[in-house]
């Protein structure tokens, strides 16, 4: 009698999940969002670059949206996770509107679900390649907070994603103050937003400022900051620097 071993799978160790979907790596990008407190509520900035790669692909890409009642939320990293965050994110408002028991969910609980949906997803080996800024104003509370791909998460008085994590936010430790009002706050996300213009190679010159106050979200059309490229450090930026050719 002949026994022939059968011929297995190429990808069965692989399982049932081999042919799911899902992003190994991030392709069309957005970069920094900068976000603020300021005295009746929140601020935000980001602008409307999406790169593919290094280059940069789309310059009309919208990267804040409201959520709910009382939440704004911003979004760097992979612009198709960011979709997927938005249609999680419309399932669960939409869940708590059926209840219409007169309660909404406020930001804090927004973003309390977000970390758990990236921290998760980061323990399944299938992050969604995404840094998130929520801010939002509830019954005269505002709440501001990011998390990032792997579930890390803060709320402070100023966040910044991405580059501006390293170039906005020692900019908002010197100039923010608890009272700020909405003029001094859009000046200031547009001093941050510059010199991410300056320094980030994936930023562009079109930008969108968006609030949040107890009478809604407003999110601005987009428009072009006032630049000068004139400095002598950018004409030679190695000049001085030393081991440079």
């Not at 970390?115 to 509830?138: A, C, D, E, I, Q």
């Not at 906005?168 to 941050?192: M, T, Y």
Request: aromatic letters at 10%; proline letters at 4%; one cysteine or more.
């Amino acid at each position: 009698m002949n026994f022939t071993a059968s011929k297995q799978p190429e990808n069965c160790l692989l399982g049932p999940e081999s042919d799911s979907q899902r992003t190994l790596y991030p392709y069309v990008t957005g970069t920094s969002v900068v976000a603020l407190k300021y005295k009746d509520g929140i601020l935000m900035a980001a602008d409307m670059g999406g790169s593919y790669g290094s280059t940069l692909r789309y310059k009309n890409v919208e990267r804040m949206k409201p959520i709910g009642k009382h939440s704004l939320l911003g979004a760097s990293g992979e612009i198709s996770d960011f979709q997927e965050i938005l249609r999680y994110l419309d399932d669960l408002i939409l869940y708590d509107n059926m209840w219409d028991d007169g309660n909404s969910l406020g930001p804090k609980e927004v973003h309390n679900y977000l970390t758990r949906v990236m921290y998760n997803r980061r323990n399944k080996f299938n992050p969604l390649w995404n840094s998130l800024v929520l801010g939002g104003v509830k019954k005269g509370e505002k709440y501001l907070g990011t998390v990032s791909m792997i579930g890390v998460n803060f709320e402070d008085n100023h966040v910044a994603t991405g580059f501006g994590n390293h170039l906005a936010r020692p900019i908002l430790r010197q100039d923010w103050h608890e009272n700020l009002s909405f003029e001094d706050g859009v000046k200031l996300l547009e001093k941050c937003m510059r010199v991410l213009l300056y320094r980030d190679r994936s930023a562009i010159n079109k930008l969108q400022i968006a609030k949040i106050t107890e009478e809604g979200v407003t999110i601005s059309q987009p428009y072009s900051l006032k630049t000068y490229w004139e400095f002598s450090a950018f004409a030679n930026p190695a000049q001085g620097a030393v081991g440079t050719w």
